[in-house]
């Protein structure tokens, strides 16, 4: 997938409209060439982390440098009319990357499992992975890698995609503000269960996540701060983008992975932190009772990092705020991310 990022940067936004191109693959004809603008109103009012004094949001789409008003994919890439890729969301803590070798990892096990190849070596995608951080100046950030079938026609078929597209973003996030580490999060159970294991294994970190959208949906429309998904039994999964994890007498309970859960890169660590400190822990299928009647619950992920549950389907938990074991893992958790 071929782009033309580079010779559009510093231009107005309107000149970059009609200079900055993607044009579909070379077996179509030039009636079927089209161009697809990503830029909306991000060109002419950023909202980007260079607005916040810490660096420019830094984009790279196969082999070819670009910022947020330029970067651009194919209407034709069947990651956009399918979801048909993978994804890994990494975070930077004061320049270093976190865990950078784990979460590579897992983006190359996700794109084997779906007959995928990444067009790099490992080694080339991490020391890209680095220099696109280094570019962007930002300290604070969150990377995003994108893999997808690449550019093809309408059809369902892999084999039009002849060469698979490769992109890796760098931006901040803030999911909560801080007040709400401490507070906890109000939340309720979906309706939308997670997809069965056995349709697409949840190890895979698929560009679909339209059932945990429709979760979040649910939750956004009930007044909630985030959901808690089930899977087809009945048996607790994760949030919608998050691992769970339950407090009770001092032990940490959390899914197992072969019960359809995303094995996370924080739930990881947490569990090996909490190991060290001395917790009991243990991955067991969990249900609803379980942490209605917690002493304490939280959710783990890479955007989320370690955020507490104060109430679950109204249900209090605990004493309805953070509780000290979620306060000691997250204050742990920030030692390590920044050791």
Known sequence: MPTTCGPAVGLPWRKQLQTVRRV???????????????????????TSASAQGVGTPTIWIDGEWCDRSTAMVSVYDHGLLYGDGV?????????KIFRLEEHLDRLYDSAKAIW????????ELAATTKEAVRRSGITEAYIRHLLTRGVGDLGLDPRKCPKPSLIIIVDTIKLWPEEVYESGLNVITAGTPIPHR???????????????????????????DEVLMLDSAGAVAEGSGQNVFVVKNGRLSTPPAYAGILKGVTREAVIELATAAGYQVEQTVLNRY??????????????SEIVGIRQLDGRVIGTGRSGPVTRDLRARFQTLVRS
């Open 24 to 46: 579909a693959g070379p077996w179509l004809s030039p009636r079927s060439r089209f161009t697809f603008d990503v830029m909306t109103a991000t060109a002419k009012t950023k």
């Open 116 to 123: 995928l190849s990444v067009p790099m070596e490992k080694s």
């Open 87 to 95: 994804f890994e969301g990494i975070r930077v803590y004061g320049g």
């Open 198 to 224: 056995e349709s697409l294994s949840p190890r895979v970190k698929s560009l679909n996540y339209l059932s945990h959208i429709m979760a979040k949906v649910e939750g956004i429309h009930a007044g909630a």
């Open 290 to 303: 379980d942490l209605y009647t917690a002493d304490e619950a939280f959710f783990t992920g890479t955007a």
